[in-house]
């Protein structure tokens, strides 16, 4: 027995030695960064300058800070329930028994495996560019003239336009969630209640969504993930640096670390740490809400 235990931590330890530098380490690092004034992300500890709360004091009272989480609140609720309602839907659907199934999944999920600075290099030049752009010839064709002289990318419209673009990319990722969940569903569930005289829509009431709460839960915590590290984007579709209209936390947090732009007038590594905190700890606080929420009953397949 004492054996199988030595076998066991040293097969174990490297592992777990890896998970300590890669994750621990850099987490730890950064949540004692945040309370210090430190010059350089690479500065050493004894360069660093202790100022306890004061960066997170420094968060709060900074109005382009301020402005980047409204975007991001707008992002992650406005954002996903867009997202993970039509992923829903899709996932119902293909799941209905249509034919092609695996052909209209590949279709949805495709933007997925496409560069984020590609997908939105398309969008800039080939949907919202408004000279030969897909909305304005399309607009145009169709005698809506005021629309097709909409331009999508200006100060007015560009949130959005950014938001939609996003929104299109990210649906087939979180599809593909949900549909594992549904496939994962007993079809004599579904047999036994259309013989009891259910429509689709009772089913998906009744035995779907009910059976869903989990998988509704991961793609909640997963949507929250990639929201609050929105940062390609926003730079794709600003050629300002600290544009208020597409502007984020983990934006704020690179001009923060690296001084990029005009409105940063020295660098602060530690304060770049303290959005990086907030930001794990807005995760964390929507992780548990979710599960206070909505809870798992104990249904049996």
């Known amino acids: 027995m004492k054996r199988n235990k030595t076998m066991i931590v040293v097969f174990l330890a490297p592992a777990l030695i890896i998970f300590c530098a890669i994750f621990i380490y850099p987490i730890l690092r950064t ?98 560019n408004p000279k030969f752009g897909l909305l304005t010839t399309t607009f145009k064709s169709l005698g809506l003239d005021h629309l097709a002289s909409i331009n999508w990318t200006d100060s007015d419209h560009k949130f959005w336009a950014l938001l939609f673009a996003y929104c299109f ?71 300002v640096t600290a544009d208020t209209q597409t502007i984020t936390p983990m934006v704020y947090m690179y001009l923060q670390v690296f001084g990029a732009g005009n409105v940063i007038s020295e660098r602060n590594a530690g304060l770049g740490a303290a959005v990086g905190v907030l930001m794990g700890l807005c995760v964390v606080i929507v992780f548990f809400l979710t599960n206070r929420v909505i809870k798992e009953d104990d249904l049996e397949y």
């Open 169 to 239: 990319g990210m649906v087939g990722y979180h599809m593909l969630i949900f549909s594992s969940g549904i496939e994962k569903i007993p079809q004599e569930l579904f047999e036994a209640s259309t013989i009891d005289g259910a429509s689709k829509t009772q089913q998906f009431k009744s035995i779907t969504f009910p059976l869903l709460r989990s998988v509704i839960k991961t793609n909640i915590t997963m949507w929250s993930i990639t929201s609050v590290a929105f940062f390609v984007w926003s730079q794709l579709f600003s050629m």
């Open 31 to 128: 949540i004692v960064m945040s309370l210090f004034k430190v010059e350089n992300v690479t500065s050493n500890p004894d360069q660093w300058i202790f100022v306890g709360i004061e960066n997170y004091k420094t968060l709060i009272h900074t109005s382009l800070f301020q402005i980047a989480l409204w975007n991001l609140a707008r992002i992650w609720l406005i954002g996903g329930i867009v997202v993970l309602s039509l992923a829903l839907l899709f996932a119902v659907i293909l799941n209905s028994g249509i034919r092609f199934k695996k052909f209209y999944r590949a279709v949805i999920y495709m933007p997925n495996i496409i560069s984020a600075v590609a997908l939105a290099t398309m969008w800039l030049q080939f949907v919202y």
